[in-house]
């Protein structure tokens, strides 16, 4: 079998300020998060690419977990492996110390960036802009590691990207008892598999990730009274939760239940008689 390479761009980071550890990654591959990104809570994250070797995602954690340090985790990996110079990879550590490598028979443009807290690295580009602009985004935005990790991938994207196009993009972000219900540390695990334009996607997804599953803000709660009630009542009247054109306060609040338990709401489900503000917006958009 004829082994394809996984030529893309990707940013591994991490945030000294939460834990998070992460992967942002877009290529002219299908279905690339299924290939290049790993990571694990309190550990490290790794992005393997170009001819992938996947071992190096696996057994890089171990060694990281071992006590490893980045570049010894590359050296030891490269060391074992005969086709070391067709590889690519990129890794920080839970400590935010880094390292990447470009194997010497990756196709141009090939390389990589690696600085406290993050390594970017990237083959086939147009050019050594893509992984330059990634690098300066991520160490001047603000905002969580998932938001500066999509914003330095777009800026790879914008500044060049894969020469040879665009088809997927993934995001996988890790933290202790990250997961729904934390019972994982897969906080946030997001793919494009196969569009026309997959980072641009990738945010939109996002944007709903942190809709349905970030806690509410005590800014956002809001009293269920007034002009608010009347707006919900229209909401859900659209929606189809609701019947009647003066529905009892009892059946207004079983509404507001039911729609957030049957629309995957429940993370922002409120004590009874408030509403987050973010979920009423979003119905007034949807409905």
């Known amino acids: 079998m004829i082994q394809k390479p996984i030529n893309t761009f990707s940013i591994a980071g991490f945030d000294p300020a939460t834990g998070e550890l992460g992967i942002a990654v877009a290529s002219k591959f299908l279905g690339v998060g299924a290939v290049v990104p790993f990571a694990k809570a309190g550990i490290g994250a790794i992005a393997t690419q170009s001819w992938a070797n996947l071992s190096y995602g696996t057994d890089g954690l171990a060694l990281l977990e071992q006590g490893a340090r980045p570049e010894e985790v590359i050296q030891q990996l490269t060391e074992k492996d005969e086709q070391a110079a067709l590889r690519q990879a990129g890794i920080v550590d839970a400590q935010g110390r880094s390292a990447t490598f470009t194997g010497e028979d990756c196709y141009d443009w090939a390389g ?80 494009v598999d196969d569009h026309q334009l997959p980072v641009q996607e990738l945010n939109r997804i996002f944007r709903l990730h942190q809709l349905y599953f970030e806690p509410s803000r005590k800014e956002d709660i809001i009293k269920i009274e007034g002009a608010t009630e009347e707006e919900l009542v229209a909401a859900l009247k659209r929606a189809d939760f609701l019947k009647k054109d003066e529905p009892t306060r009892e059946q207004l609040l079983e509404a507001v239940k039911s729609y957030h338990l049957i629309e995957n709401f429940d993370e922002r489900l409120q004590e009874e008689g408030f509403i987050d503000r973010k979920v009423l917006d979003y119905m007034n958009v949807q409905f």
């Open 112 to 191: 990589g960036i690696a600085r406290r807290n993050f390594a970017a690295q990237g083959n086939i580009l147009v050019s050594e802009e893509t992984v330059q602009a990634m690098a300066a985004t991520f160490e001047n935005t603000a905002g969580s590691l998932a938001e500066r990790l999509l914003a330095a991938l777009a800026a790879g994207e914008e500044a060049g990207g894969d020469s040879r196009g665009k088809q997927s993009a993934a995001l996988l972000v890790v933290k202790e008892n990250g997961s729904y219900g934390g019972y994982n540390d897969r906080y946030i695990d997001l793919r």
